[in-house]
């Protein structure tokens, strides 16, 4: 089992309901083929760099997992054939990471000072 770093950009438009449908899906391909979620961040709707399919926006999903090299290229192509995802970034990590990623904290101290 190898651990990976997954940053998933998915379509604006959908509402809370197919998101957390389009999240769990995967959650539960990870999890059926005896991979381990170490960490699951929930960025919300950003602004884009640049547009991407005339799209300014984004959600965005943060995911650390442990999984076998082989289902790794499984849950790849199920990004790739998901017209709902806009961009997705897999890279090998050395360890599990399970602390709160920075972009997280920064949108936690926001809360904090309003």
Same mark, same amino acid.
């Given at each position: ?17 197919? /998101?957390?449908?389009?999240? @769990? ?7 059926? @083929?005896?991979? /381990? ?33 082989? *289902? ?15 961009? @997705? /970034? ?21 809360? *904090?000072?309003?």
């Amino acid at each position: 089992m190898r651990h990976y770093e997954i940053v998933l950009m998915i379509h604006p438009d959908q509402t809370s309901e197919q /998101l957390m449908k389009i999240i @769990n899906e995967y959650k539960m391909f990870i999890t059926k @083929n005896k991979g /381990l979620i170490h960490r699951f961040e929930d960025w919300g709707r950003r602004q884009l760099a640049y547009s991407i399919k005339k799209l300014r926006k984004a959600y965005y999903i943060l995911m650390n997992i442990e999984l076998s090299p082989n *289902i790794i290229i499984q849950l790849k192509e199920k990004f790739r054939f998901n017209n709902l995802i806009i961009r @997705n /970034l897999i890279i090998h990590k050395k360890d599990k990471i399970q602390i709160s990623s920075p972009i997280l904290k920064m949108k936690d101290d926001k809360k *904090i000072l309003k």
